[in-house]
Nanobody, 122 residues
């Protein structure tokens, strides 16, 4: 099982980034996918979730209207488009494969990527 995030970097406040998570070794289309992030000294938090077929998405309140999660099941890849970035969005961003059931996401603890650093600073 591999999940490889990419697309992070340094961006100015108000800028945009698109993160990608390429996966292999499991049946991607059978899993809901989520993006998490972890800032220094803080707990990892759920950013966004997309169901296995891509029909439903869910976002943390602070990301609504700014972030968009999407997936391409033919490419076994999930994306996170981040717009209007703020300094408080600075964190390591991780993707995860898991289960989405009755409005709640349960991460698979074995299905994490290594993370990609996003830094929002002028």
């Amino acid at each position: 099982v591999q999940l490889v995030e990419s697309g992070g970097g340094l961006v100015q406040p108000g800028g945009s980034l698109r993160l990608s998570c390429a996966t292999s070794g499991f049946t991607f289309s059978s899993y809901a996918m989520s993006w998490y992030r972890q800032a220094p000294g803080k707990e990892r938090e759920l950013v966004a979730t997309i169901t296995s077929a891509g029909g439903n998405t869910k976002y943390a309140d602070s990301m609504k209207g700014r972030f968009t999660i999407s997936r391409d099941n033919a490419k076994n890849t999930v994306y996170l488009q981040m717009n209007s970035l703020k300094p408080e969005d600075t964190a390591v961003y991780y993707c995860n494969a898991g289960i989405y059931y009755r409005g709640s996401y349960s991460p698979n603890t074995n299905y994490w990527g290594q993370g990609t650093q996003v830094t929002v600073s002028s």
